[in-house]
């Protein structure tokens, strides 16, 4: 084949335009300077057809630098925990003993009129007195008596006791003293003379319950007394702490639940839990005098 000559071929001269980077400041942080490189494009390439070699370009990879990054040094503040101190103590003797809290609305034994400390409930009237000081809480142990004070108590729901204190001596009267076989044997003409009777507490329902209760009182087997003592205990106070306060006295115990529910059971009426429980206060079966009261402990 003839000699053939290429033409001399020149690359244009290609020239990158100079690009920089924006200064980026970052708060406390200061970025370098950053320029990119000049690049320029190698010499014209000569293609040379007897070798077949296609034309090769260098072309320059500019040089990046890493900006250097400074971290801001941070301090930790010192925190100095606060010297805590233990006082000592030191024991003189032996550690005086609290005197016990009086329950929220709670009343302790006071005064009375002649410097013995009471139950603060007798210091209200002269009746409410001499019921404390001689009865309430003495132990009553007869048939007649027990059904006197549960009727007294059954009359007594609703009201003031010492409206019943008061027309006690009217009730008695009314009542043949309470004899348990006399009022059992009441018919449809006592009835209405009690209810007539306005020295008496004249419910209907009441009468009509002392009545039965009364006959009720007959069948027990024993009699009424041994079966309310039955349900509660020796009146020395054993197993019955005294109670510090008025607070500290309930209106019923699983005791009055108990017998309460006994005595219905045996045709008993107006008995609840809080009338049995009046009534195991009343004749000693439980002793409620306050802590300190003269009369605590005084019939065991």
Known sequence: MPHLTMPHLTMPHLTMPHLTMPHLTMPHLRMPHLRMPHLTMPHPLKLRLSKLRPPSRQLATPHLATPHLTTPHLTTPHLATPH??????????????????????????????DGRLRCPWALGSPD?????????????????????RLSLEAFQSGLSWLTILRKRENFRAAFHGFDIAAVAAFGPEDEARLLGDAGIVRNRAKIEAA??????????????????????????????????????????????????RELRRHGFSFTGPVTAYATLQACGVVDDHLLGCFRRGAYS
């Open 128 to 148: 409410y007195l001499g019921y404390h000081d001689d009865e309430w809480g003495r132990p009553v142990r007869d048939d007649q008596g027990i059904y006197e």
């Open 84 to 113: 805590l101190a233990t006082p000592h103590l030191t024991k003189a003797g032996p550690d005086p003993v609290p005197e016990p809290a009086v329950p929220e609305g709670g009343r302790r034994a006071e005064p009375g009129p």
């Open 211 to 260: 009545i039965g209760n009364a006959r009720a009182a007959q069948a027990l087997p024993g009699g009424l007394a041994a079966f309310v003592w039955h349900f509660g205990q020796a009146p020395d106070g054993t197993g019955h702490e005294a109670p510090l306060s008025t607070a500290q006295i309930p209106s019923w115990t699983p005791a009055s639940k108990n017998l309460s």
